[in-house]
């Protein structure tokens, strides 16, 4: 069974940056959606940033303008550009793949740690 594997997380300063990168362990065919989701320790998972084919990305309002989505199908590959970090950006991040068949995969997380 294919999976995801998350990598690039880890202990950043307040206003640092970090690069989070997911790749499939195999090929998913007509993957229509890329995504990245995280959950504090206490809250619910929630969508960090989300790009379908030939759209638009979308973002939470809290990471708007300092996170960048990124994906390529052709690699089944996402990434996740995180600027100007803040210490409630801490969570385990999560990828997510969506194929036009209906099949969802996810990743087993990576954490982000932000604090001085």
């Known amino acids: 069974q294919v999976q995801l594997v998350e990598s690039g997380g880890g202990l950043v300063q307040p206003g640092g940056s970090l690069r989070l990168s997911c790749g499939a362990s195999?090929?998913?065919?007509?993957?229509?959606?890329m995504g990245w989701y995280r959950q504090a320790p206490g809250n619910q998972r929630e969508l960090v940033a989300r790009v379908r084919s030939g759209a638009s990305a979308i973002y939470a309002d809290s990471v708007k303008g300092r996170f960048t989505i990124s994906g390529d199908d052709a690699r089944n590959t996402v990434y996740l550009q995180m600027n100007s970090l803040k210490p409630e950006d801490t969570a385990v991040y999560y990828c997510?793949?969506?194929?036009?068949?209906?099949?969802?995969?996810w990743g087993k997380g990576t954490l982000v740690t932000v604090s001085s």
């Open positions: 997510n793949f969506q194929s036009t068949y209906g099949a969802d995969y």
């Open positions: 195999g090929i998913i065919l007509s993957i229509n959606v």
